[in-house]
């Protein structure tokens, strides 16, 4: 009988030992930041740890001043180059800084630590990096060619948006990404556009044309014809630019990606 328990309690050390190496890898998956893992995603891409890659660093800025400060600031480090872009009134100059360096994840932590300080000095958002990737080198009849391929990976994530509407009961969260806007929403239970949207705007319903996937919960959308449609997890939706109303169905919360009029949603 001594010998049972021994054999027990040395199995439930060894369960207790492999529960808490799941907790710390868990814990320290949650403490990954953005630069580290956009890294990771770039090495199971080829990426070497050693290799010099062309990195672009992205910054919004309000206006020709703040480009100017930001450029003092950043230059000779980086090259620098500021244009106008029309998609954000507020923001309407987009500021690129670019440098050659190793993918290493403390010196882009470092760099985009510096970069958001920057951005917030001048009133701006830093919108992350992406970085470039150089051809294979050629060897052909003893002569050594090396090309570039002018190739961007850029990742981004919803937890940090470029731009987000807080609505009452809801929020719409957006990146812009490959010249797209691409939208997620998330909305509480008793959420109803007509009621906690619609308002703010001076409508009454909603005629924004929307491409979508649904990924948790359920919701509506209601035309005035009567047509109501239910709008379930794992399906893709297709709601013309016609009058509409929407609201959340049952207990849960409703989560939602918008690939066409994410841009237009719920902004006045």
Not at 98 to 124: F, N
Request: proline share 5%; with cysteine.
């Amino acid at each position: 009988m001594g010998w049972f328990f021994i054999a027990l309690l040395g199995a439930l050390g060894l369960i207790l030992l492999r529960i808490y190496f799941k907790l710390r890898e868990a814990q320290r998956a949650r403490g990954a930041s953005w630069d580290e893992q956009m890294i990771g995603q770039l090495r199971s891409h080829g990426y070497a740890p050693f290799n010099d890659y062309p990195v672009d660093f992205f910054l919004a800025l309000p206006d020709e001043a703040a480009c100017q400060g930001a450029r003092a600031r950043l230059e000779p480090e980086f090259t620098v180059d500021a244009r106008a872009v029309e998609k954000d009134s507020d923001l309407a100059f987009s500021l690129h800084a670019s440098k050659t360096m190793r993918l290493v994840v403390p010196d882009m932590q470092d760099i985009s630590r510096r970069l958001t300080a920057l951005a917030t000095e001048y009133h701006g958002r830093y919108d992350g990096w992406a970085a470039g990737k150089a051809a294979p080198v050629a060897v052909e009849a003893g002569k050594v060619e090396a090309g570039k391929v002018d190739v961007r990976v850029i990742l981004k994530r919803f937890e940090t948006p470029d731009e987000a509407r807080d609505l009452e009961h809801g929020r719409f969260e957006l990146v812009h990404l490959g010249g797209m806007t691409v939208g997620r929403a998330t909305y509480q239970p008793g959420w109803k556009w007509s009621t906690h949207v619609g308002p703010g705007l001076g409508l009454s319903r909603c005629s924004v044309e929307h491409v979508g996937l649904v990924l948790a919960g359920v919701a509506t959308a209601a035309f005035d014809d009567g047509t109501i449609i239910e709008l379930r997890a794992g399906q893709l939706f297709y709601i013309p630019p016609e009058p509409h109303d929407s609201w959340v169905v049952g207990d849960e919360p409703y989560v939602s990606l918008h690939f066409l009029g994410a841009d237009k949603y719920a902004k006045a």
